[in-house]
């Protein structure tokens, strides 16, 4: 018996050392609430993973199909139309485009779907920002929008997505 319980007792210990040797990566979180108007509501969720920006969560209350989704530089969602939010985050002054593109704005994400049912399932990785309030892309503080309309994904500087229907500041 106290064979056992020594075992026990080193697994336990083990396993508390292991838990509090695991670095957590930081997070950030932003509660997306309607404007303009719109249904548009949800939750997203920053995860810092080395280089990038992990954003998952769910958007309900939009029409279907894709519309755009950035990263304003001003974490002010006061104005019902969320103009307050300012242009999209671009600390390095480049050129409007797609997440994925070399020459884009920091809170160029792109778009989201949203299918029949008005819901849209946040599962993206992005570069260029991180979840911090220090640094040039760090995104604590700014806003996350949601506009009414798809994200070209090349016109400068709004990528023509239209009007806001969703801000949240991100915390």
């Given amino acids: ?36 108007g719109s249904q548009v509501q949800g939750t997203v969720k920053f995860t810092q993973i080395g280089d990038i920006v992990r954003l998952s969560g769910e958007i ?4 279907k199909g894709p519309k755009g989704f950035h990263i304003h530089e001003k974490g002010d969602c ?3 139309k969320a ?8 600390p390095h002054k480049g050129k409007h485009g797609g997440p994925y593109d070399p020459v884009k704005h920091a809170g160029d994400i792109g778009n989201l779907v949203f299918n ?14 991180s979840v911090s309030r220090d640094g040039p892309d ?25 009007g806001r229907a969703a801000c949240g500041v991100i915390g």
């Fill in 60 to 63: 309900t209350g939009h029409t």
């Fill in 116 to 129: 029949d049912q008005g819901v849209a399932k946040v599962n993206i990785t992005v570069g260029n920002i």
């Fill in 138 to 162: 760090g995104i604590i503080g700014r806003a996350l929008v949601v506009h009414m309309d798809p994200d070209d994904l090349k016109t400068d500087p709004t990528g023509n997505a239209g």
């Fill in 78 to 80: 006061s104005d019902p």
């Fill in 1 to 36: 018996m106290k064979q056992v319980l020594g075992i026990m007792s080193c697994t336990l210990l083990l396993a508390a050392c292991a838990a509090t040797s695991e670095q957590e990566e930081p997070t950030a979180t932003a509660v997306l609430q309607p404007r303009s």
């Fill in 83 to 90: 103009m307050s939010a300012g242009g999209h985050f671009n």
